[in-house]
C-alpha cells in the first residue's frame, strides 16, 4: 500500500477517444504531480499541484490536460492523443515545501492505438 | 511487500565526505535502475541510471554501483556538497522501462 492509487492500471484508446486518469492520496500532502515514464527514458514530470494550484506545466500539448478539485485527487483528462503518447504516467505526492519524501502511485500503462 | 526498500529514511553527512544512499530490492526481474533526487517545493529529477548489464556508472560526483547477485545497488556522491541536500529515490523496472516501482527514500543532509 503506496498511500496514492491510481486508476485505471491499464488503459487503451484510440486516437479519437477521450479518457481520463486518477489519483488519489490520503497522506495528508499538500503537492500532487504527474509524470510521464516512456520505454528507455527517464522519468519527465508533466505537471505540478500546489494547495491546488498549478505551479508548473512542463511545456506540455494541452491534448493533456490536468485538474485537481482538492488537495487528495488529481486527474489527467485525455483527449485527441498520438501512438507516442503510450507510456506509463505516474503520480506522486508530497508536502511541496517541505524536506520530506514522495510517494508515487503504481501508475497508468497508457496504450494509444 | 516492498519491492524496492531503502532501509535508511536519512543521513547526515560532512561536506567533502562520501554519502553512500543504498537500495535493495526483491524482484529478479528488475533489470534498470534509477536514482532521482527531490528537493522542497520541486517535483523528483533524474539523476543517474544503470542497466544490469553493467555494475557501475559514473556521472561526475555521482556513482551508482549495482551488485546484481545481492539485488543491492549503491549511490555514491564524492565529494558531498550541501546543495546535495535532498530525499534520494531509488526506482527500479523490468523490461527496461515498462513498469517502475519505487522505494520510499532517503533524506540526505550534508552539513557544511
Known amino acids: 500500500e503506496t498511500g496514492v492509487t491510481q486508476t485505471p492500471r491499464h488503459l487503451v484508446m484510440g486516437m479519437t477517444n477521450k479518457k481520463s486518469l486518477k489519483c488519489e492520496q490520503h497522506?495528508?500532502?499538500?503537492?500532487m504531480y504527474w509524470y510521464k515514464q516512456s520505454a528507455k527514458k527517464p522519468l519527465e514530470l508533466m505537471f505540478v499541484?500546489?494547495?491546488?494550484?498549478?505551479?508548473e506545466n512542463n511545456s506540455v500539448p494541452s491534448r493533456f490536460s490536468p485538474e485537481c478539485p482538492n488537495s487528495s485527487h488529481l486527474f489527467l483528462h485525455l483527449h485527441t492523443l498520438q501512438p507516442e503518447d503510450s507510456a506509463l504516467y505516474l503520480c506522486?505526492?508530497?508536502?511541496?515545501?517541505?524536506?520530506?519524501?514522495?510517494?508515487f502511485g503504481q501508475g497508468t500503462r497508457l496504450t494509444v492505438v | 511487500d516492498q519491492q524496492v526498500k531503502q532501509n535508511s529514511p536519512s543521513l547526515s553527512v560532512q561536506e567533502g565526505r562520501i554519502s553512500i544512499l543504498n537500495c535493495d530490492y526483491t524482484?529478479?526481474?528488475?533489470?534498470?535502475f534509477l536514482w532521482y533526487k527531490k528537493y522542497p517545493a520541486e517535483g523528483p529529477t533524474f539523476l543517474i541510471s544503470?542497466?544490469?548489464?553493467?555494475d557501475k556508472n559514473e556521472d561526475g560526483r555521482f556513482t551508482v554501483f549495482l551488485n546484481k547477485s545481492a539485488k543491492h545497488l549503491s549511490l555514491h556522491i564524492v565529494p558531498s556538497q550541501p546543495g546535495d541536500s535532498a530525499v534520494y529515490f531509488c526506482?527500479?523496472?523490468?523490461?527496461?522501462?515498462?513498469?517502475?516501482?519505487f522505494g520510499p527514500g532517503t533524506r540526505l543532509s550534508v552539513l557544511p
Open positions: 506522486a505526492s508530497s508536502q511541496f515545501d517541505g524536506n520530506t519524501e514522495a510517494f
Open positions: 524482484n529478479s526481474m528488475f533489470d534498470y
Open positions: 526506482a527500479a523496472s523490468a523490461n527496461y522501462g515498462q513498469n517502475f516501482v
Open positions: 499541484y500546489s494547495l491546488e494550484e498549478r505551479v
Open positions: 497522506l495528508g500532502h499538500n503537492a
Open positions: 544503470i542497466s544490469s548489464i553493467k
